[in-house]
């Protein structure tokens, strides 16, 4: 007896959209999701943020982010968000059925995501300052 449902054997984890979901919306749930997902990593791990450098919340970040990606468009697309993560099982099945969506949704997200990060953070002041006891020319970032 296995433990995954009938229709869901044989497939190796292969991003299939779901029934009844075209290509073009699988597109559109990639792109969304694929932007919260690198919008979110990019504001977590930002150089000067001091936070990043000292606790947890940037894995709590990414980590709450992943698993709401994967709730939200598991029985939607099978949630590729990453053409590696999509890739390897299209292979190893021969399933390329909208393939395309797994590698055009995350590269076109990247951007848009990359895009709203310097819109929303535009207005940050990022300078430098000296920390005596790292010695000469070490300079640290910070936001002002």
Known sequence: MAISPIHARGKLGATIPGTDVSGVQA????????????????????ANKDAARRDYGTAAAVGVVVTCCYLIALPITGCGVNPARSFAPAVLTNTWDDHWVYW????LASLV??????????????????????????????IQ
């Open 113 to 142: 995501a990359a895009f709203l990060h310097c819109l929303l953070f535009k207005d940050r002041q990022y300078g430098r300052h000296s920390d005596p006891q790292q010695g000469d020319g070490y300079e640290e970032p910070i």
């Open 27 to 46: 597109f559109g749930v990639e792109l969304v999701l694929t932007s919260l997902l690198v919008l979110t990593m990019l504001s977590s791990i930002d």
């Open 104 to 107: 055009a949704a995350p590269i």
